[in-house]
C-alpha cells in the first residue's frame, strides 16, 4: 500500500535550459521526487535564439509522468497531490492558432537579439529617443529582452502570424500562458491566462493598474485580443486535462525569479535574492510600494498571492549571461565536458592571471542596457592558459554580480549586509567563494536548492479552493543554510573589480543593426570591389603594353 505523507505539491519548472517537474512535501517543504529533461536551443542566425514550443510541451508531460513513475516507485500515493504550480523562463515569446493548438512560429528567447533594429524603429517615435519614456507604466526601459518588441517583430515578420490575426485565430503568451493553455484543454476550452509577474516582463502591462494598457498596446501597435486574461500568482486557473494527473488544480503561476524570491521566502520589504542560472536575477522586495531606479535596475511585480491580495514589488538587476558562459565554454570551445570540470580547471590555478572575460553574447543588461557590447576576453599573454580562462568566466558573473548589487545598494539607500543566492550554479563552491570575495559580504546557500519550484509549489498550496500550505511567517519552515565568509582583503577586491569595468567598457559599441542585418562579406564592399577591377584592368592593361 502506497505510503501517505499528507497534502503534496507539484511544480512545473520549465527554464530556458531544461524542464523538470517537482514534487513537496506541503508541510514540511521537503522534496520528494522530481525528473528532468534538457532542451534545445536554435540559433538560426547570429543573435537569434529559439526553442520549439511543442518540444517544451513534451517536456513538460515527460517530467510529470516520469516523477509519477518514480513516486510509485518510492511507494509514495500520487492521489495526494492536490495542485500544481507553474513557474517558467520570461518574456520568451510564442504566437499559436487558437483552432489548431499549434503554435505559428518557434518561441522567440528571452536572450534574442533579433529584435534590435525595431527597437531602434521604436525610439525614432520617442521624444529625445529616451530608452526610458515608458518606464513610469512599465517598471522597464525599451529594451530587446521584453516581449512586447518580439511580439511586434512577429507581427512584422512572419505572414503566418498576421493571417492568424486578421483572422482572430492567433494569441500570444509567455511560456507560462502557452503551459496553462495547453495542460488544461487547448483547443478543447483551455485557459487563456497569465499572472502578475510575467505580464509585467512584457511592456505592454501597467504595474500601477494590475491591467494591460490601451496606450501601451496602441505604441506597440499589438491587438489587445491576443493578449491572455491577467490572473493573481495563487489561485485556480483550471485542471490537468490529461495524463497521469488529471483533475489536479494548477494553482499557481510565478516567473522563475519571482518564484525564487518567494521560494527564499523573501516576504519582508527589503530582503533580496540572488537566482545563478543561465542569466543572472537579483530581485529585492520593495513592498506594496513601486520603487523606480536611478541606476539601470527595473520595477517589476514580485507576486500578488490571490485575487483580493496585494500586489508586492521589486527592483531587479538583470544579467543575460551567467550559467550560459560555462555551457559555451563547454559547446562552443570545448575546453571542458561539463561543468563541473570547469569548476575543476578554475580550482587548479586559483586565479586569471590578469585576464577579464566580459561575456556580452546579448549586449549588456543591467545597469548599462547596451544592446551594442559583445564579448571580449583582454589581458591575454602567452601564459595564459584554459584555467585561467575557466576562472575569468565564474569571476565574471561574480563581477556582473557586484555591479547590479551596487546598483540595488544606492537605490535602496541601504546597503545588504549578506546575499541570499540559488540556482543551479550554486553547487559551484569555487563560485561561491569568489562572489563572496568580489562582494566583500557573506554569501549565504539554501540547503535545499530548488527555490524557484518551491515558490511556484507554495502559491499552488496557497491558492483558495486549495489551502494546503500556509505562508504565514510562523508557519514557515525553518530553512538551514551554507555560508561563504569574504576571505581576501577589500582593497584586492576593488583593484580586480576596477579592471573588469575597463574590460566592460571595452566591449560597448561593437555592433549596430545595421551590421547584423546586412551582409557582412569584404566582397560587399563598393571599395573593395572597385579595386579589385582596377587591379584587373591594370594587369590586362599591363599584358597588353608588354606585347
Not at 504566437?95 to 531602434?120: C, F, H
Not at 507576486?303 to 563547454?330: H, N, Q, T
Not at 559551484?428 to 559580504?441: R, T, V, W
Request: aromatic share 8%; net charge negative.
Amino acid at each position: 500500500m502506497a505510503a501517505s505523507l499528507g497534502p503534496l505539491v507539484g511544480a512545473i519548472d520549465q527554464g530556458t535550459s531544461s524542464t523538470r517537474f517537482l514534487v513537496f512535501n506541503a508541510g514540511t517543504a521537503e522534496l520528494l521526487s522530481h525528473h528532468q529533461v534538457e532542451l534545445k536551443q536554435e540559433f538560426p542566425k547570429e543573435g537569434w535564439v529559439e526553442q520549439d514550443p511543442k518540444e517544451i510541451l513534451a517536456s513538460v508531460h515527460e517530467c510529470v509522468e516520469r516523477t509519477c513513475e518514480k513516486m510509485k516507485e518510492l511507494n509514495i500515493d500520487i492521489t495526494n497531490i492536490r495542485a500544481i504550480g507553474v513557474t517558467n523562463q520570461r518574456e520568451t515569446t510564442v504566437v499559436w492558432d487558437k483552432t489548431t493548438g499549434e503554435p505559428l512560429y518557434n518561441a522567440i528567447v528571452w536572450l534574442d537579439l533579433r529584435t534590435q533594429s525595431t527597437v531602434e524603429r521604436l525610439l525614432k517615435r520617442i521624444p529625445g529617443q529616451n530608452k526610458n519614456f515608458l518606464k513610469s507604466k512599465t517598471g522597464l526601459p525599451l529594451s530587446t529582452y521584453f516581449s512586447a518588441v518580439k511580439l511586434r517583430w512577429l507581427l512584422d515578420n512572419v505572414e503566418e502570424i498576421k493571417k492568424a490575426v486578421e483572422d482572430g485565430r492567433a494569441v500570444f503568451g509567455t511560456i507560462d500562458s502557452w503551459l496553462i493553455w495547453s495542460l488544461t484543454g487547448g483547443i478543447n476550452g483551455g485557459i487563456h491566462c497569465t499572472d502578475v509577474t510575467n505580464a509585467s516582463r512584457t511592456m505592454l502591462f501597467n504595474i500601477h493598474s494590475l491591467e494591460w494598457d490601451p496606450e501601451l498596446c496602441k505604441f506597440f501597435e499589438i491587438p489587445m485580443e491576443i493578449l491572455p486574461n491577467i490572473r493573481s500568482s495563487s489561485e485556480i486557473y483550471g485542471v490537468m486535462e490529461s495524463g497521469t494527473l488529471t483533475g489536479v488544480p494548477i494553482s499557481g503561476c510565478l516567473g522563475d525569479q519571482h518564484a525564487a524570491l518567494v521560494g527564499q521566502m523573501c516576504f519582508q520589504d527589503g530582503q533580496a535574492k540572488n537566482t545563478y542560472g543561465t542569466g543572472c536575477f537579483l530581485l529585492c522586495n520593495t513592498g506594496q510600494k513601486c520603487v523606480f531606479s536611478e541606476h539601470g535596475l527595473l520595477t517589476t511585480l514580485a507576486y500578488k498571492m490571490g485575487k483580493d491580495k496585494p500586489a508586492f514589488y521589486a527592483l531587479e538587476g538583470s544579467v543575460a549571461i551567467a550559467g550560459a558562459v560555462v555551457r559555451w565554454l563547454r559547446d562552443n570551445l570545448g575546453i571542458a565536458n561539463s561543468s563541473l570540470e570547469v569548476e575543476q580547471l578554475a580550482a587548479e590555478v586559483g586565479t586569471s592571471y590578469g585576464c577579464y572575460f566580459v561575456p556580452a553574447f546579448s549586449g549588456l543588461y543591467a545597469p548599462y542596457w547596451e544592446p551594442s557590447a559583445r564579448g571580449i576576453i583582454c589581458g591575454l599573454t602567452q601564459f595564459t592558459n584554459k584555467n585561467h580562462i575557466a576562472f575569468a568566466a565564474l569571476e565574471a558573473v561574480c563581477f556582473q554580480t557586484r555591479e547590479i548589487l551596487d546598483a540595488m545598494n544606492k537605490d535602496c539607500g541601504i546597503p545588504l549586509n549578506q546575499l541570499q543566492v540559488d540556482g543551479g550554479m550554486t553547487s559551484n563552491k569555487i563560485l561561491m567563494q569568489l562572489q563572496s570575495d568580489i562582494l566583500c559580504i557573506p554569501v549565504v546557500k539554501p540547503s535545499m536548492a530548488e527555490t524557484t519550484a518551491l515558490g511556484a509549489a507554495m502559491a499552488a498550496g496557497a491558492a483558495e479552493g486549495v489551502e494546503v500550505w500556509s505562508l504565514n511567517p510562523e508557519d514557515l519552515t525553518a530553512v538551514t543554510w551554507e555560508r561563504f565568509e569574504p576571505q581576501i582583503n577589500p582593497e584586492e577586491s576593488e583593484y580586480r573589480y576596477a579592471r573588469w569595468k575597463k574590460a566592460v567598457m571595452k566591449s560597448m559599441g561593437w555592433e549596430t543593426s545595421d551590421s547584423t542585418d546586412g551582409d557582412s562579406s569584404i566582397f560587399s564592399s563598393l571599395p573593395f570591389s572597385v579595386f579589385v577591377m582596377s587591379s584587373m584592368l591594370m594587369l590586362i592593361g599591363a599584358k597588353y603594353l608588354s606585347g
